[in-house]
């Protein structure tokens, strides 16, 4: 059975360069793990207006932790450190 395409929200402070950065990683990834991906990038304070469409959200500055979402934080991809780690969390939950 395929899975059906995820959404995911990418959060940084201004929704420009960090939010790219880190949205290219995922959908590429994502990709060549045989998930389909919309990637939707956002300022932190706009999250949570737009949580109601998405599945998954990767901030890499603090956003709420109560939107009814998973929220998974996106330092590891600014700093190497767990960025692999974090690829696998984000590719189980879009699994479940």
Known sequence: MAIKQKTILVACGTAVATSTLVAYAIEETMKERGLRVTIRQCKATEVPSLVADCDLIVATTPVPDNL?????????????????????????????
């Open 68 to 96: 009814g979402k998973p929220v998974i934080k996106g330092l590891p991809f600014l700093t190497g450190i767990g960025k692999a780690d974090t690829l696998d969390r984000i590719e189980k939950i879009l699994r479940e």
